[in-house]
């Protein structure tokens, strides 16, 4: 399953690093902030080489994030990893989401003016 989510960065956790059965790994977490009308936090992890795209944006830049979502179980519980394989900075020019909101909305005109009779 392959999604993507566009958002200001936020924050970049520190990295983290280990030794598995398959040999040295690196992970490092960070938190994009989305730019819906009600935003919501999400956090993703880069793995191995995907976490020297982080050193690509810097906290607040708009970026898009493509990302699987894995599941595990371990004991008897399970776990969610949003794993990012690729992160892509948005241009300073413009925004793929919606259209900012204008800045003064005018008046409803009224169409009723001067006549006092309802309109039913």
Same mark, same amino acid.
């Given at each position: 399953?392959?999604?993507?989510?566009?958002?200001?960065?936020?924050?970049?956790?520190?990295?983290?690093?280990?030794?598995?059965?398959?040999?040295?790994? *690196?992970?490092?977490?960070? *938190?994009?902030?989305?730019?819906?009308?009600?935003?919501?936090?999400?956090?993703?992890?880069?793995?191995?080489?995907?976490?020297?795209?982080?050193?690509?944006?810097? *906290?607040?830049?708009?970026?898009?994030?493509?990302?699987?979502?894995?599941?595990?179980?371990?004991?008897?519980?399970?776990?969610?990893?949003?794993?990012?394989?690729?992160?892509?900075?948005?241009?300073?020019?413009?925004?793929?989401?919606?259209?900012?909101?204008?800045?003064?909305?005018?008046?409803? *005109?009224?169409?009723?003016?001067?006549?006092?009779?309802?309109?039913?």
């Amino acid at each position: 399953m392959s999604l993507e989510v566009t958002g200001r960065l936020l924050k970049v956790l520190p990295q983290q690093r280990g030794a598995g059965k398959n040999g040295e790994w *690196v992970k490092q977490d960070f *938190v994009v902030e989305t730019t819906e009308q009600y935003p919501k936090k999400v956090c993703f992890s880069a793995w191995g080489d995907k976490v020297n795209d982080l050193s690509r944006v810097n *906290v607040g830049d708009s970026i898009t994030v493509s990302f699987n979502v894995e599941s595990r179980e371990y004991n008897e519980r399970w776990y969610t990893d949003l794993r990012s394989w690729r992160i892509t900075p948005q241009s300073q020019g413009g925004s793929a989401g919606m259209p900012p909101f204008p800045g003064e909305i005018p008046p409803p *005109v009224d169409s009723m003016e001067g006549n006092e009779d309802l309109p039913f």
